[in-house]
């Protein structure tokens, strides 16, 4: 027990900064998620050949990918790309990006593939009628997506979208090779400091238990709430 | 762009991915039987060993997997008495450590797949059979494990996929396989976009091939 004390003498402090660097983490690479969403879901959606194909390529390529190699092509390739970009702007020093933005940018877009698959399945199966009502109405093409499909769109999507948070957050632990201090690459630390890898990779594994459930507890609530009425 | 590197890793990143498609195939068919181990002790009446089998797939689906790797690949070399046992031979070995976490894994998932899959069998179904005289025994080997086996090849296909992509994190305990070929390749030559696309390639294609295998045997054994 004395290995978990906050402080100097333990790991205690550590690893609870780790955990919500875990969350931080998640949630942020969660956010780029929805934003990647946002973009090829309408795209797969589309009738032009052109743009299904593009978003079709993004969720077959990225979810048939490991994450694990998606994770090393941003941390060996980011930089030389973001090197690349600032040379034509006449920036020729080193760069280095954050570890947190290279890994929650990684995963935010494998999590992306993940969301848009659910909206699209989510949006595909919202009665037509739904569409033509909102017509009827006469709001315009804003007011028909926000207010009428978007809530409903929701309401089935929460259920499948709990899932990809918690593929996310499991998937976060990968970016410990990057070396971004999240609870993965703590215990990693401390085990290798203690030599004892049995309690720390056990501990973090009860971490991350105990962050699943809790968000479950979480998503519950949110689906309870978005399915009032029904 | 590099062609030349891409055209002389090929075979490298070939030879690796056969080593991917072993420890898959060999994690597979182990979890499958624990898999189907768990499913039915989760239809167990018994509380305890109901709960037994809960708790397993709670906390193997509830971790990630690379956790479970470095527990047992660093965690369970720790105990003196293991290091003493016929076992360490095996756990000494981070291939078998790899493929131990990978089949634990998978039959957590696959038992849920499973259970999920007996559960929707209809009852009218196992009346039949015993209307028929057949012996639970038999019912239950005859009837209910083909109709679960059918009902669950969608999800189990997904599975195949999520495990093979899982099995890149082999590469995390000194396993050679196609993401630790592409990760050394890349750090060697610091061309990760090319590499990326040879192994990312690879990769695809084996999830083609999977996809449509079980596709195929979905079609095979349809009801009608």
Same mark, same amino acid.
């Given at each position: 027990?004395?290995?978990?004390?906050?402080?100097?003498?333990?790991?205690?402090?550590?690893?609870?900064?780790?955990?919500?660097? &875990?969350?931080?983490?998640?949630?942020?690479?969660?956010?780029?998620?929805?934003?990647?969403?946002?973009?090829? &879901?309408?795209?797969?959606?589309?009738?032009?050949?052109?743009?299904?194909?593009?978003?079709?390529?993004? &969720?077959?390529?990225?979810?048939?990918?490991?994450?694990?190699?998606?994770?090393?092509?941003?941390?060996?390739?980011? &930089?030389?790309?973001?090197?690349?970009?600032?040379?034509?702007?006449?920036?020729?020093?080193?760069?280095?990006?954050?570890?947190?933005?290279?890994?929650?940018?990684?995963?935010?877009?494998?999590?992306?593939?993940?969301?848009?698959?659910?909206?699209?399945?989510?949006?595909?199966?919202?009665?037509?009628?739904?569409?033509?009502?909102?017509?009827?109405?006469?709001?315009?093409?804003?007011?028909?997506?926000?207010?009428?499909?978007?809530?409903?769109?929701?309401?089935?999507?929460?259920?499948?979208?709990?899932?990809?948070?918690?593929?996310?957050?499991?998937?976060?632990?990968?970016?410990?090779?990057?070396?971004?201090?999240?609870?993965?690459?703590?215990?990693?630390?401390?085990?290798?400091?203690?030599?004892?890898?049995?309690?720390?990779?056990?501990?973090?594994?009860?971490?991350?238990?105990?962050?699943?459930?809790?968000?479950?507890?979480?998503?519950?609530?949110?689906?309870?709430?978005?399915?009032?009425?029904? | 762009?590099?062609? /030349?590197?891409?055209?002389?890793?090929?075979?490298?990143?070939?030879?690796?991915?056969?080593?991917?498609?072993?420890?898959?195939?060999?994690?597979?068919?182990?979890?499958?039987?624990?898999?189907?181990?768990?499913?039915?002790?989760?239809?167990?009446?018994?509380?305890?060993?109901?709960?037994?089998?809960?708790?397993?797939?709670?906390?193997?689906?509830? #971790?990630?997997?690379?956790?479970?790797?470095?527990?047992?690949?660093?965690?369970?070399?720790?105990?003196?008495?293991?290091?003493?046992?016929?076992?360490?031979?095996?756990?000494?070995?981070?291939?078998?450590?790899?493929?131990?976490?990978?089949?634990?894994?998978?039959?957590?998932?696959?038992? /849920?797949?499973?259970?999920?899959?007996?559960?929707?069998?209809?009852?009218?179904?196992?009346?039949?059979?015993?209307?028929?005289?057949?012996?639970?025994?038999?019912?239950?080997?005859?009837?209910?494990?083909?109709?679960?086996?059918?009902?669950?090849?969608?999800?189990?296909?997904? /599975?195949?996929?999520?495990?093979?992509?899982?099995?890149?994190?082999?590469?995390?305990?000194?396993?050679?396989?196609?993401?630790?070929?592409?990760?050394?390749?890349?750090?060697? #030559?610091?061309?990760?976009?090319?590499?990326?696309?040879?192994?990312?390639?690879?990769?695809?294609?084996? #999830?083609?091939?999977?996809?449509?295998?079980?596709?195929?045997? /979905?079609?095979?054994?349809?009801?009608?």
């Amino acid at each position: 027990m004395e290995l978990l004390a906050f402080g100097k003498t333990g790991w205690g402090d550590e690893l609870f900064i780790a955990t919500l660097m &875990t969350i931080a983490v998640s949630i942020t690479a969660m956010i780029i998620g929805f934003f990647f969403a946002l973009i090829f &879901t309408p795209l797969k959606l589309s009738k032009n050949k052109f743009f299904n194909f593009i978003g079709n390529s993004y &969720t077959t390529v990225i979810r048939g990918v490991p994450e694990l190699l998606v994770i090393y092509l941003f941390f060996f390739g980011g &930089t030389g790309a973001v090197m690349y970009v600032a040379s034509i702007f006449g920036y020729n020093e080193y760069i280095e990006i954050n570890a947190f933005i290279t890994g929650a940018f990684a995963i935010g877009i494998i999590s992306g593939a993940y969301s848009t698959e659910v909206f699209r399945g989510a949006i595909q199966s919202i009665d037509k009628g739904q569409f033509e009502a909102a017509k009827t109405l006469g709001l315009n093409k804003f007011g028909q997506f926000f207010k009428i499909i978007l809530p409903q769109t929701l309401r089935l999507a929460i259920p499948n979208l709990s899932n990809v948070w918690q593929i996310t957050l499991k998937d976060t632990s990968l970016i410990s090779v990057t070396g971004l201090v999240e609870i993965m690459r703590q215990s990693y630390i401390a085990a290798g400091s203690t030599r004892d890898p049995l309690f720390f990779y056990s501990f973090a594994a009860v971490l991350y238990l105990l962050l699943t459930f809790l968000s479950m507890k979480i998503i519950n609530r949110l689906e309870l709430k978005y399915s009032r009425g029904y | 762009m590099d062609l /030349e590197l891409m055209i002389n890793s090929l075979p490298k990143l070939l030879s690796a991915a056969l080593i991917t498609l072993k420890l898959l195939s060999v994690s597979l068919i182990i979890g499958l039987f624990i898999g189907l181990l768990f499913a039915i002790l989760r239809l167990n009446k018994n509380i305890f060993v109901n709960k037994f089998a809960y708790v397993y797939s709670y906390v193997f689906r509830g #971790t990630p997997l690379l956790v479970q790797i470095f527990i047992i690949y660093f965690g369970l070399g720790q105990i003196e008495y293991l290091r003493s046992t016929f076992l360490w031979v095996i756990l000494k070995e981070p291939y078998w450590c790899a493929i131990i976490a990978f089949a634990l894994n998978t039959g957590a998932y696959t038992s /849920e797949i499973l259970r999920s899959a007996f559960q929707t069998i209809k009852p009218g179904i196992i009346e039949a059979g015993r209307s028929l005289g057949i012996s639970s025994k038999i019912i239950f080997y005859k009837i209910q494990i083909p109709i679960a086996i059918r009902q669950s090849l969608p999800a189990y296909g997904n /599975e195949i996929i999520l495990m093979m992509k899982g099995t890149s994190l082999a590469s995390t305990v000194t396993i050679m396989d196609l993401t630790g070929v592409a990760k050394y390749i890349i750090s060697t #030559t610091f061309k990760p976009i090319e590499v990326f696309i040879v192994a990312g390639s690879i990769y695809l294609f084996m #999830t083609f091939i999977i996809h449509n295998v079980i596709k195929f045997l /979905e079609k095979k054994y349809s009801f009608n």
